[in-house]
């Protein structure tokens, strides 16, 4: 596949290409350019072209254009499901969620965004009229990770468009095929250089985007480490830097649970993507009094979760995305059985598939805070358990950790509700329903895991920057002037 910029498919300025493989099967797929600091000053370019036009269409339009984004995905529906499958590993089920959750957003941020244009403010004198515009920032940087390619790609696309702003999309090198597919296939409508594609690496692509003075917004979902070092890049030349970081999110599950509802809504929330979401709960902290039973019970349950190609109906668990990060899983669990650690079951690679990033899904106890699995991000296929004895304890560990994505609590016990809403520190509380969101309900970290937060009205406010007009409309001489 090309790249798109200014409104056409272009090959890179390089002529080399990155290849791009199906993680359960490692064949090839495709090859997109490798993208160049040059390419991508083009695309900046024409992003920067068609800022003053497009900013200037009234957000009705905009509307317009969203939901046709919108319809046209819906139409290809089937066939971005199928790609996203095979370049990304989950299985179809997932996928299907990613689209529709893709389609939906850029209907959401179609209608909330056709009433926005600021709010009119008191006066402090009768002769005077103030107001605040909301005004987009001109050329976005979306820089999107491979683990939701469309899903957070379109939690900034579709509100930076209705805002206002022209984008450059530099999707993850590992996983750029459905995003180059979804602009061609819903995307041409809009006027050239209002939606551009830079296929390419994040030390050429990315750090042209970040460092080029006509870039004025990085909406970035990555590693935490990719977002230090892209803040110390950006924060001199003063952008506006939305980030969505890293998690190490907790799970507190109280006595009072059903074991059955407790053991599939745990593994559900660290399993799915094979354990790679920001969002996954990789550290889960039960009471005492059912952690034998439930360890036991979510041991059996898992090892019983069907692996195999995201395609194959039945499939619980895909393959991870590649090799390299699969070795960091399994370093990461002889760490802590070297430390201590029993793996009651799965960490292996399954003999059964020949090819593929397979890793049975790990259940670990005997873990504590000193080993990296309870620190560092795993985003893998692992569930390490530790038992607390009363809710003091269980969440001061729910908040030893540098990160602050998501937290869930399993439990009836409003008391216990209340409480771990108040103190836990984290942007995103679950209780009973791990990892669901909703549109209209901000999404993004504390601590560590970020600056800023997708959907919602936060979530389309972060894509405007503010003006406040003072405005004296009879002009006269004031009494505060000189001489004083
Ligand atoms: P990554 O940080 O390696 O890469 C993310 C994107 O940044 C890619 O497009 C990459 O090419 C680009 N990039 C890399 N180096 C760059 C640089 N120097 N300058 C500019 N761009 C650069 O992350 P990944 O492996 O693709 O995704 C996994 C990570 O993303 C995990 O840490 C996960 O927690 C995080 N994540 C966070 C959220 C969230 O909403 N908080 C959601 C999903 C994933």
Redesign the pocket.
Known sequence: MKMWVNGRWVDSASNQVIEVIDPATEEILDEVPHGTEEDTHQAIAAANAAFPKWRRIPASERAVALHQTAAKVREHHDELVELLTKEEGKPVPENDEELWWTEETFDYYAELARHERGTVIPPGDPAQFNFVLKEPWGVVAC??????PLL?LVWKLAPALAAGNTVII?????TPLTTLRLVEVACDHFPPGVVNVVTG???DV??A??THPDVRMIA????????K??AS?AAPMMKKMHL????KDPMVIAPDVDIDVAVSGLAYAALINTGQ???STERAYVHESIFSQLSEHLADYVSKLRLGNGLDEGTDIGPMIRNSFREAVESQIADAVSAGAKVLTGGDRPAEFKHGFFLRPAVLVDVDHSMHIMRE?T?GPVIPLMPYRDFDEAIQLANDSEYG?GASLMTHDAKLVKRFFEEVQAGTIWINDPLTDNFAGP???MKM??IGR?LGQEGYDEFCQVKHIHWDIEGGMKEYWYPY
Do not use: A, Q
Request: glycine letters at 20%.
């Open positions: 820089i999107v990770p491979w683990n939701y957070l530099k999707p993850s090198k590992l690496t994040g030390s990315g750090e985007l970040v970035f979902t990555g590693s935490t480490d990719v977002g070092r892209i890049l969505e970081l890293g998690g979401v920001c969002t991000e985003f994505l999404f993004g970290g895991s970020g997708e």
